[in-house]
């Protein structure tokens, strides 16, 4: 396996396991029925896990 090829199967794991951990974050708050807290042009806010876009399938 090539230099190239070995970055792009990490890059691909890395993307899998990032859509993975999202999912289950969203779903944790909607179990906790508890807002996500992300930061926004420099503010802080609480947003609905219902009100985030949903994962993008990894292809």
Do not use: C, W
């Amino acid at each position: 396996m090539t230099k190239e090829e070995q970055a792009a199967h990490i890059s691909r794991q890395l993307d899998k396991g990032l859509v993975l951990a999202y999912e289950a974050m969203l779903a944790f708050k909607r179990y906790k029925q508890t807002p996500v807290i992300i930061s926004r042009n420099g503010q802080v806010l609480a947003v609905s896990p219902d009100d985030l876009p949903p994962a993008r399938p990894v292809a």
